[in-house]
């Protein structure tokens, strides 16, 4: 079955740090990737998606590029940000077939301090 | 309201004890989800409806869950006879359809803690 595998974390980085936080993924066909972020008390939002392979998705300075040759879409981001404490999901959908829910990964806290 | 509303945001109920966990999708939205996160994990399929078909109750752990949406609108996630393991935070969402690159937009979730 479909399956997306995240970097354990907690991630831990000084403010303006570079960011990496890797997802790699498992499914038939082609599915849609996306990043979604939890902010503390708030809920799941969607971050930022690509659709085929080679698309980038980027959205507040995030972003991350759909490898299908390497089933990864790992997420980045130049200079990390206090606000951008948060816990990270990489997930995947179906387009055509199968179940069309998102399949998740179990997420990564990032922790930036100042 | 302009987002995905759940009640209640806690429940703590007692084992054995029915409970029933709402949802409020963005108007208009066709298509709605349940999710389950247990603590430390990413949310794991439930169910889900277009309008008020269910399409795809797979991810129903056992028969004590009952999901419907019988107006194709608000709908309710009923857990009977609840025990320990189904303590987690129950996600809903809600999309405009059903297409691979629809954006799902997500309510804050409800905690259920069973003692």
């Known amino acids: 079955g479909d399956s997306v595998t995240q970097m354990e974390g907690p991630v831990t980085l000084s403010e303006e740090a570079f960011l990496t936080i890797n997802c790699t993924y498992t499914a038939t066909g082609y599915p849609s990737l996306f990043w979604y972020v939890q902010y503390p008390g708030e809920g799941l939002q969607l971050l930022l998606k690509?659709?085929?392979?080679?698309d980038k998705g980027s959205n507040k300075g995030f972003e991350a590029t759909y490898r299908k040759e390497t089933t990864s879409f790992h997420l980045e981001k130049g200079s990390v940000q206090v606000s951008d404490s948060a816990v990270y999901f990489c997930?995947?959908?179906?387009?055509?077939?199968?179940?069309?829910?998102?399949?998740f990964g179990s997420g990564t806290r990032l922790q930036v301090q100042p | 309201g302009a987002g995905v509303s759940q009640s209640p945001r806690y429940k703590v109920a007692k084992r054995g004890q029915d409970v029933a966990l709402r949802c409020d999708p963005i108007?208009?939205?066709?298509?709605l989800f349940w999710y389950q996160q247990a603590l430390g994990q990413g949310p794991e399929f439930l169910t889900y409806?277009?309008?008020?078909?269910?399409?795809?109750k797979s991810g129903l752990p056992s028969d004590r869950f009952f999901a419907e949406r019988p107006e194709g609108s608000v709908s309710t996630l009923k857990i009977q006879r609840t025990q320990q393991e189904d303590s987690a935070v129950y996600l809903c969402?809600?999309?405009?359809?059903?297409?691979?690159?629809?954006?799902?937009?997500f309510g804050q979730g409800t905690r259920l803690t069973v003692v």
């Open positions: 108007s208009g939205h066709v298509s």
């Open positions: 690509a659709t085929k392979a080679d």
């Open positions: 969402a809600s999309s405009l359809a059903l297409g691979g690159d629809t954006e799902a937009f």
């Open positions: 997930a995947l959908k179906r387009l055509h077939t199968g179940r069309r829910a998102l399949t």
């Open positions: 409806f277009q309008n008020e078909a269910q399409l795809d």
